[in-house]
């Protein structure tokens, strides 16, 4: 086989407590002025000012900038790209979920390089490093704080544009589960199913390897055992922890192996229709997983069996189309909504439709599923899913 290209942080701090030793992790790496990158309910909560104040205990001093935004915009970057200039800042903190860690990805390599976003959309790999960023995620869910990507929305445009490269990779993932305790059901359930995602893509990604396919397998058997769990009881300590491991074992997997066909449609539904992520993914994950399944049923087998919905005495056919019924019971249980149910116009969205197909096959994930679409197949999974 081909060399597998492996490339995680530096530094992993996985446990209850791990965020309160960014002061100690900071001096470990030689850096002493950061940048908070969060969002409002983060500071709402307090968490910031925790934070500046356990790094105050290190002696080091930290600025906060709020202002992120899911989904972050090109404007919501340029405005945070503002406030690091107004100081010598030699690293950035990315606090929060996904949206803050992608905004503090995204600062610290214009900081670096200096153009536009858009300069650094895939096709482009960006591996010069930007400024050291640093990741404490707050949801269990996109795992941006161990992978090489981030995801800027060009307002202009309507365009969620993926720009990859190891100058995204966190140097240090400070990944805490209580931090999660607060999250609300709908969060937990819609950032719960993106994980899920990421994990099943990188198994059955063209890109897979054996390394990648050890997180991806260990992931799914986390978060199969523990997603219902944790929406039921929020408080929920084991479910919570191991849900949180669970979505940082998916990251390291999908980013060492990519995301694939689910992904690629879902962006676009997020950027033109504002559906949070996760949710888009959920929307997606069961007509396409039935649709991508026959060209790779060995695999599709294998994540079916490691969440525990078939054995090895089970035939592969059978037990993916356990896994099937699963991710529809899943959408159910959880009361994911179809695009319909969510308050999107049909009319809108059957016009889109082409828009979106083209986005999607020009991001690249698509070539990466083992069954690849044209966009005549695209459209036909856009409509299934409207269900």
Request: proline letters at 6%; one cysteine or more; glycine letters at 8%.
């Amino acid at each position: 086989m081909m060399t597998a290209a492996i490339a995680l942080p530096r530094i992993l701090r996985i446990g209850g407590g791990a965020c309160r030793t960014a002061g100690d992790v900071l001096v470990q790496l030689g850096l002493s002025r950061p940048l908070i990158v969060t969002d409002n309910f983060v500071v709402a909560q307090g968490w910031a000012e925790r934070l500046q104040a356990d790094l105050a205990s290190a002696g080091i001093t930290a600025r906060i900038f709020a202002d992120t935004v899911p989904d972050p915009t090109v404007a919501s970057i340029d405005a945070g790209l503002a406030c690091l200039r107004q100081a010598a800042h030699d690293c950035v903190i990315g606090f929060g979920g996904g949206s803050p860690i992608d905004s503090a990805k995204a600062i610290a390599v214009l900081a670096a390089h200096g153009g536009a976003m858009a300069d650094y959309k895939v096709p482009h790999v960006q591996d010069a490093p930007g400024l050291p960023v640093i990741a404490i995620p707050t949801t269990a869910g996109t795992g941006s704080e161990a992978t090489r990507f981030t995801i800027i929305t060009d307002e202009a445009s309507d365009e969620k544009m993926l720009c990859a490269g190891l100058a995204y990779l966190p140097v240090a993932a400070l990944v805490d589960y209580e931090l999660t305790l607060t999250k609300p059901r709908r969060l937990t359930a819609d950032t719960g199913i993106d994980s899920l995602t990421h994990a099943i893509e990188a198994y059955v990604s063209r890109r897979a390897n054996p390394f990648s396919d050890g997180m991806a397998l260990n992931a799914m058997r986390a978060i199969a055992a523990n997603l219902r769990r944790a929406c039921a009881d929020p408080l929920d300590r084991a479910a919570r922890e191991a849900m949180m491991l669970g979505a940082t074992q998916a990251g390291i997997a999908f980013s060492n192996a990519s995301v694939a066909l689910v992904h690629g449609m879902s962006r676009p539904i997020g950027a033109h229709f504002h559906v949070p992520h996760g949710l888009s993914n959920a929307m997606l994950l069961p007509a396409v997983t039935a649709w991508s399944a026959p060209a790779a049923l060995p695999r599709y087998a294998d994540c079916a069996r490691a969440m525990a919905l078939a054995d090895d005495k089970e035939g592969d056919q059978s037990a993916v189309a356990r896994l099937v019924d699963e991710l529809a019971r899943l959408n159910a249980d959880l009361d994911v909504p179809s695009p319909g149910q969510w308050g999107i116009d049909a009319d809108r969205w059957n016009a889109l439709v082409p828009l979106m197909c083209e986005q999607a096959l020009a991001s690249g994930s698509p070539a990466n599923n083992p069954r690849v679409p044209n966009a005549a197949e695209m459209a036909e999974l856009y409509a299934r899913a409207w269900g």
